[in-house]
């Protein structure tokens, strides 16, 4: 009886064992990989710090630069054409109304526009039209020579009259000496007649660089 109280004993702790060992081998599958998920949670330093770090300032990686193709810049040439038109009209602004006249009366009515200089002559009221002879007629107002450096380039005398207008006088650039015997009267009628027959002219309100030009080769005689 003793045997046998012992055997049921054994063949109790062997179902005990049996059914310990079944339960441990259908152990759900998900707590292994909690637990093994456990370690692979631990993110690698440098992957955790690329997540945070904006995308321009990660390791190794060039900042960029601003794309030159959106930025928006006026076209140079544009500017010098803008700056070229009112530069021309605003330069005259630093010249006399005298000198403006004088570049726009040779620019208009010059024989020859290609000149080394502009000459100025002032002539005075009562300066004899022509000085080579004794009973020459005068100018009754001030009148203005203008010519070139060369006797080809020509003149023009005129009488400014403050309107955008001018008298022009058909006065030589140079008078020459009166050949002998020549009638004394014939000489007078010839200056009177320049005097008497001036031609009325419109002077046009020129500007930009043609008449720039001709101020800054003005010289004052």
């Known amino acids: 009886m003793r045997k046998l109280v012992m055997l049921l004993l054994l063949l109790g702790l062997l179902v005990l064992l049996g059914g310990r060992t079944e339960n441990i081998a259908k152990e759900p599958a998900s707590s292994k990989n909690s637990s093994s998920s456990g370690s692979s949670v631990n993110i690698d330093d440098d992957a955790e710090a690329d997540v945070n770090e904006p995308i321009n300032e990660k390791k190794g990686s060039a900042p960029q630069e601003a794309d030159s193709s959106s930025?928006?810049?006026?076209?140079?040439?544009d500017d010098a054409k803008d700056d070229d038109s009112s530069s021309q009209t605003a330069s005259l602004e630093n010249y006399s109304s005298e000198e403006i006249e004088y570049a726009r009366v040779w620019a208009q009515l010059g024989p020859n526009q290609e000149i080394d200089e502009l000459n100025i002559r002032n002539i005075p009221p009562g300066e004899?039209?022509?000085?080579?002879?004794?009973?020459?007629?005068?100018y009754p107002d001030r009148?203005?020579?203008l010519s070139g450096s060369r006797l080809v380039d020509g003149s023009v005398t005129y009488r400014g009259n403050g309107d955008g207008t001018i008298h022009v006088y058909a006065t030589p650039m140079r008078w020459e000496a009166p050949p002998p015997g020549t009638d004394d009267k014939e000489l007078q009628k010839d200056t009177e007649?320049?005097?008497?027959?001036?031609k009325l002219v419109s002077i046009e309100p020129r500007d930009g660089q043609e008449i720039i030009s001709l101020i800054e080769r003005l010289v004052f005689r």
Do not use: E, H, M
Not at 71 to 77: E, F, H, L, N, R
Not at 128 to 138: F, H, M, R
């Open 71 to 77: 930025v928006k810049i006026g076209d140079p040439k």
């Open 128 to 138: 004899p039209v022509n000085p080579n002879i004794d009973n020459s007629a005068v």
């Open 143 to 145: 009148v203005i020579q």
């Open 193 to 198: 007649d320049i005097l008497n027959n001036t």
